[in-house]
């Protein structure tokens, strides 16, 4: 059986892929010339065989190479006009080492199918928040996943990875290289080779208890200063996430206004613990919250309930700030009554600043605020597409004037190519140029979207 399949634009099937590339149900009229879909098996060599000959084939050409993992790129990284898209979802699976605390992933694993590998056997990972986020491009990008304070970012607990690069060769990166090891660590969609498998630091399981609270999103100065309050007392083991909702949002049937969630998650080692980290939220609950969970979960479960219904249109477009929750949320809750959808959302979190122990500087990903702004549109494909595209730079650019520096993750390029350099400060844009240039000489991947 053949390990990889390839449709060049044209043919039969050929639409189905190029859409394919990205998880989002809407996407831009954007041709590249070639899909290449490797397959998985140690037969493959994972892979490698698949991607070294789409990199002949992009040779011969002379075309550009874009990767594609779990498609949720914010600048529809893998979608570029007359390039081969190399569509590695296939390369998924967790193999745990359960007497290291190690695994290796395939890229095209996702947060779901990585957390649900996990669960029970003693050993967790931050995966991201949202069912069918890939592995792939969450890891290059940075990784703001589950338990933040206490498990750092993704990237942090990445030991190396097997990578394909531009001249066919199958490396093993990791720290012996520290430029291209940071590289690996939050270049994102600037990363020069094909990860065919990811090697982990994993974390000791964890009890999880939640507190879920809902608010009107008039409320949102009173409610932001008690959010404040709580970052700067509670727990880093304890993440606070705050979301906002417009007013017809299925999730809260209940209201006919924006709506605002407080959910804070803690993590120890037992239920008793759990509790106790999140004594500081009970006992100064504001007045007229409605708890919608008080108990126990686990991150499977909290993966699958953050979830939009498949079939969406998906943009997103992000910012850190070092402003507070009161700061911030009321200008964010305004935007949400020009809402064009209902399953559209903004989170506001404090999760990657407040930390148990300082981050690592051993990456070109780095948190640059105290707050991360994401706002994500969500929509029925056909309904005002155009509206609703527009609508998550937006809501951004309302706090434009407060903006800290961006994660290249959750990014829209494609609208903010200028803030490129504000994902990677203090010449971190020039040491991922460096990597490129040394790994891939030729320039045979293409560079950063909206910087080609
Ligand atoms: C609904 C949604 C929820 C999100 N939630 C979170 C979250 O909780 N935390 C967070 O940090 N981010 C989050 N993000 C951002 C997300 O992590 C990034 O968009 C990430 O790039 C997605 O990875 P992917 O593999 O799904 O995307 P892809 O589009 O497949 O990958 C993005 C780019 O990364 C590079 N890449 C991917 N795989 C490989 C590979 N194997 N080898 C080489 N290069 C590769 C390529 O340049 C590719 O085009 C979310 C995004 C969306 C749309």
Redesign the pocket.
Known sequence: MSMWSTLRRGEPGYDEARRGL??SAVVPDLHPRTVVRVGAGREGGQGAEGVRAALAAAEREGLRV?????????SF??LRNDVVAID?RALDGVEVDPVAGTAVVG?GTTSLAAARALHGTGWSFPV???AT??????L??????WNHGVWGSACESVLGADVVLADGRLVHLDAADPAAYAALRGA??G?P???TAFHLRLWPEQRVQRRILSFPAARAAEVGAWADHLAAVIDPAVELTLFLAPPDSPMHPDLDEPALTVAATAYADDPAATEALLAPVDETLPPGAVVVLAGPSDIPTMVETETAPPGLG?V?QQAWTTEGYAAVLPDLAATMTRCPSPWSSILVSSSSYRRAAPPATDTAYLPLGTLTVAA?SNWRPGDRDEDNRRWAGDAVEAIGSRWSGH?V??LDLLRRPDRLAACFPGGGLARIDEVRRRLDPAGRFADFPGRC
């Open positions: 990205s998880a874009t990767v594609r993992s779990g498609g949720h790129s914010a990284a893998a590695v890229p991201g928040h949202r986020v890939g592995l792939g491009g969450f290059l990008a940075g990784g703001n996943g994102g969609p990363f080779g094909v990860v998906v997103a994500y994660y993750g959750e």
